[in-house]
């Protein structure tokens, strides 16, 4: 059964740094397409970054271009998260597609399971 736990989480002032990490068992990582997710208070769910297991091609949001970096090894996930903005505060959940590939730009709906999330916050 896949599983996913995220870590990492916290609160930071406005141009930190934090790195999530996502630990995943139960699924066949070595082709797969994972991302991550967040979610603020009151607004929608959208798509942060995703990567091609084995592959390693990314795609990033917007938002998230040239600040935070996905990456994996092994059975992790990670984020790293810099020149953060109170604007990033959510939840940020580890996501996994049923597809084995990314599609171009990240979307949220090529993720079918995510974690519980790990909470970010930002503070001016």
């Known amino acids: 059964q896949l599983q996913l736990v995220e870590s990492g989480g916290g609160s930071v002032q406005a141009g930190g740094s934090l790195r999530l990490s996502c630990s995943v068992s139960?699924?066949?990582?070595?082709?797969?397409?994972m991302g991550w997710l967040r979610q603020a208070p009151g607004k929608q769910r959208e798509a942060v970054a995703s990567?091609?297991?084995?592959?390693?091609r990314t795609s990033y949001a917007d938002s998230a271009k040239g600040r935070f970096t996905i990456s994996q090894d092994n059975a992790n996930l990670y984020l790293q998260m810099n020149s953060l903005k109170p604007e990033d505060s959510a939840m940020y959940y580890c996501a996994a597609g049923p597809n084995t590939r990314c599609s171009d730009s990240v979307r949220v709906d090529e993720f079918s399971v995510w974690g519980r999330g790990t909470p970010v916050s930002v503070s001016s």
């Open positions: 990567i091609q297991i084995g592959v390693g």
């Open positions: 139960g699924y066949t990582y070595s082709s797969a397409c």
